[in-house]
């Protein structure tokens, strides 16, 4: 991740590392980010299955 000509650090290859292993463990409940209780439910801002159309075949 560091650039062989002047030992600085690539910032964008950082950034996608860092964020590829976050979404990673954000999926299965391994890494929790403290406050994130204070967000709306998404569940909750879902339609009712009444208010949907059928079900396409």
Partial sequence: MRD???GMLDRR?????????????LR???LAITGSG??????????????CGPKPV
Avoid: K, N
């Fill in 38 to 51: 204070t967000f709306a439910d998404r569940l909750d801002q879902l339609p009712e299955w009444e208010e």
């Fill in 13 to 25: 290859r950082s950034e996608t590392l860092v964020f590829t292993y976050l979404a990673e463990h």
């Fill in 28 to 30: 299965p409940g391994d």
């Fill in 4 to 6: 062989r000509r002047s």
